[in-house]
């Protein structure tokens, strides 16, 4: 059974870092990209970053670029999503897919992903 697991989620001041984490249950990281997604309340859920396998090829949404890093760890088996520089609009529930091995074209559509984690929740308040 492939199933995801977020976790590093947390309230954090404007400005301030968090660093999110995606670890598998029952399978390798090292053969599937892994999609980064956010949903806030009300909102549809936008995709934020995906990885690649192979060279590790990394896309960003453009809202978080030059914030947020995308990495992975294969001895480890997870990726990592390091945001800095948070927002209050980068408030959101933070889900992590897979389903392939590269991100394509369409890696920030939601369809593009069957496996899915539970989501963790990052809150950017005074």
């Known amino acids: 059974q492939v199933q995801l697991v977020e976790s590093g989620g947390g309230l954090v001041q404007p400005g301030g870092s968090l660093r999110l984490s995606c670890a598998p249950s029952?399978?390798?990281?090292?053969?599937?990209?892994i999609g980064w997604f956010r949903q806030a309340p009300g909102k549809e859920r936008e995709g934020v970053s995906c990885?690649?396998?192979?060279?590790?090829?990394?896309y960003y949404a453009d809202s978080v670029k030059g914030r947020f890093t995308i990495s992975r760890d294969n001895a480890k088996n997870t990726v990592f999503l390091q945001m800095n520089s948070l927002k209050p609009e980068d408030t959101a529930v933070y889900y992590c897919?897979?389903?392939?091995?590269?991100?394509?074209?369409?890696?920030?559509?939601?369809?593009?992903?069957?496996?899915w984690g539970q989501g963790t929740q990052v809150t950017v308040s005074s």
């Open positions: 029952g399978f390798t990281l090292d053969y599937y990209a």
């Open positions: 897919a897979t389903d392939h091995p590269i991100c394509d074209s369409s890696w920030y559509q939601r369809s593009e992903y069957d496996y």
């Open positions: 990885i690649g396998v192979g060279d590790g090829s990394t």
